[in-house]
């Protein structure tokens, strides 16, 4: 069980929720659990909320006082919230890891002294989980990258990344939603789209959700990203439990 947060003010008419500094599912659960019981509970009073991986970060109408609000979340709910697990899901990515979409890869292996094969498996063995999304509209967060492959982000980061990039950066891994610059260390692509407009929801992921990678050769890739841009096939995400 995760301990009960802590509370702060942030800013005249925000709270920001505080867990274990720690990056783990259990904590996680605890802020997706905490962040969907507020939302219910003080629609109202509340603008919006955004969390990362142990923090909420709740934003209220002007006329709610953050410390007010601090103390009512004290009084009615104390630290913890009994909520119903949600429904989980598991996306299984295609990911191309051949040279020409993965400029980083050599530099990658080379640095912890293993071979590519290796490093693809490494990145292909985790089921992953899904932070939240951040950075670019529908980039998601993971954790549970090998520790074997964590690699520093680029000192230089490129003027230029191509959409559907995987990179590794520190002790995450996660997917480039559109083409920007970034810092991260490319070591593949996927053909998925992972941010749409004319989708509903818009992302493809939602934190919570779990991601494994699964290699494919150069040729798949190619034929995948032409049916996913002709609407030809869809990628769909597995139920595990809920």
Known sequence: MTAAPTYSTFGAHAVLVNWEASITPEVHDAVLQFDKYVSSRFSEEIIETVFAYQSLAIYLHESISANTFIQRLKNEIGGRVNVQSKTKYLARIPVCYDLEYAPDLTEVAHLHKISIAELILLHTQPTYTVYFLGFLPGFPYLGGLD??????????????????????????????SMASPGGWNIIGRTPIDFFSVEKRPPTFLQAGDYVQFVSISKKKYKKMLSDIEKGSITIEKEVIYG
Do not use: L, M
Not at 151 to 176: A, D, L
């Open 147 to 176: 520790p074997k492959i964590h690699t520093p982000r680029k000192s230089t980061p490129n003027p230029y990344v191509e959409k559907g990039s995987v990179g590794i950066g520190g002790g995450q891994t996660g997917v480039y």
